[in-house]
């Protein structure tokens, strides 16, 4: 549970224009597709004792998982980055004096610090750190009930609501289902007999309830500066500094000084949220074999937390339009990988897990070549084109997907479509010239 679902919260209505009941139902909608694969990942790292990157082998072969890591790498550069940014606006909420390349620096250190120390710490900091964010959520919540500031913003109408409810919902998506490539890193040390439906429900619901909590609390608050023709203080808050600002016109006023309390108690659960991403990615590096895999886990966690804060101070001024853009990234190529994934676990292993052998993991003769996997995650990307929506690029399908010039983003529903299919077929080719 972290402020950045808070961020992309209020993109609804702040960025696509969405009414409040929409803008919930495509927020509970999407969520609740996004996470599904995640959960069945999260079955497989405790069944299988293998980290994500490990179990992508028998989708992409022992070669082709580079590819896939280099996506995840790129991934969870930026995302810390973006969640950088957010704690960066929170903390110049409470004091604008200081500069958001010193508050970008302040995170990244305090991530750094938790992952150097491996598994463990992440584990007990990820354990207890959601608990103060969750009661300061609350009394942000309960402050805002008091203010009366609520407006309920009508839904929209025609091919032009639909186009705003795809694009908020490929953001929503994106975020719920980036999740896939790292989850079985944090049930690697379940039991393998653990039931998968345990696992399963619980990964669930935690991420349903996280996600939807959060991002429906900014979907609310963003109704606020649209009073009075946006000459209000949540306006203003929300110009001056974004998701920080907004959240001190909200505190400030009723709690004071505890309201600044809490606005930093926000900004540090970006550590929080920055950690699984840092930590991943040093696993995600040792995916390409040879030296780097003896390359020391913490070295690559410095080396990621450099190349975060390189993205993130010269993105601060442009928050929206990078969050947004990223988020539609993320959904793009998951969807690619969600689609060669299932097509294997569903079609062609019978959607049994014990039709996996996990002591052929580090095995490159025995594993699948790969070719198939490459094959379709490539295909994917002309589904992405033909959909994406974008202001430099806008696919033929989007065009016909919402109101013109625009239309709406359907770019990782086709690329899931067109990955799905393709590895089903080449995957059968696959195995016939092959056979494995």
Same mark, same amino acid.
């Given at each position: ?94 004091? %604008? +004096?200081?500069? /958001? ?8 250190? !305090?991530? $750094?610090?938790?992952?150097? @120390? ?112 946006? %000459? +209000?203080?949540? /306006? ?8 920080? !600002?907004? $959240?001190?016109?909200?505190? @400030? ?126 295909? !994917? ?56």
């Amino acid at each position: 549970m972290g402020v950045s679902a808070f961020a992309l919260g209020l993109l609804a209505h702040q960025l696509f224009h969405l009414g409040f009941v929409d803008a919930i139902l495509v927020c509970f909608f999407f969520n609740a597709l996004g996470v599904l694969p995640v959960c069945l990942y999260s079955c497989m790292g405790a069944r299988f004792g293998l980290r994500q990157i490990v179990i992508s082998r028998y989708f992409f072969g022992w070669h082709g998982i580079k590819l896939i890591a280099v996506f995840d790498i790129l991934s969870m550069t930026g995302w810390s980055a973006l969640n950088s940014l957010v704690g960066a606006q929170l903390i110049r909420a409470v004091n %604008d +004096n200081i500069p /958001a390349w010193a508050c970008i620096l302040f995170i990244a250190f !305090g991530t $750094l610090i938790v992952t150097f @120390f491996g598994y463990d710490l992440v584990h007990l900091y990820e354990y207890w750190g959601w608990i103060p964010v969750f009661i300061v959520f609350l009394i942000t919540l309960g402050c805002f009930a008091n203010s009366k500031a609520f407006v309920k913003i009508p839904m929209g109408v025609g091919v032009s609501e639909l186009g705003s409810c795809l694009f908020f919902g490929s953001v929503v998506y994106g975020f719920a289902t980036a999740w896939a490539t790292i989850a079985a890193d944090y049930t690697v040390y379940q039991s393998p007999h653990q039931s998968c439906i345990k696992i399963f429900m619980s990964t669930w619901i935690g991420l349903m309830f996280s996600l939807c909590f959060v991002e429906m609390l900014g979907i609310v608050i963003m109704t606020a500066p649209t009073t009075n023709a946006g %000459d +209000n203080a949540y /306006a203003a808050g929300y110009t001056a500094t974004l998701s920080g !600002g907004l $959240l001190g016109a909200i505190l @400030f006023p009723t709690l004071g000084g505890f309201g600044k309390f809490c606005i930093v108690v926000l900004a540090l659960s970006i550590i929080a949220t920055n950690t699984p991403n840092i930590y991943s990615l040093s696993v995600a590096m040792q995916a390409f074999g040879g030296c780097r895999r003896r390359v020391p886990r913490f070295i690559w966690t410095v080396v990621g937390t450099v190349a975060y804060v390189a993205v993130a101070i010269p993105a601060h001024d442009h928050f929206e339009s990078v969050l947004a853009t990223f988020m539609n990234f993320i959904a793009y190529w998951v969807a690619m990988y969600e689609g060669v994934a299932l097509a294997e676990h569903f079609v062609h292993r019978q959607s049994s897990m014990r039709n996996y052998d996990p002591e052929m993991h580090d095995q490159p003769s025995k594993l699948p070549p790969g070719f198939a996997g490459v094959f379709a995650f490539c295909c !994917g990307f002309g589904g992405m084109v033909c959909g994406m929506s974008q202001v430099w690029y806008i696919g033929p399908i989007a065009l016909y997907a919402g109101a013109k010039p625009f239309g709406g983003d359907v770019g990782f529903e086709l690329a899931f479509a067109f990955s799905f299919v393709t590895y089903t077929i080449a995957r059968w080719v696959e195995f016939k010239i092959f056979g494995r």
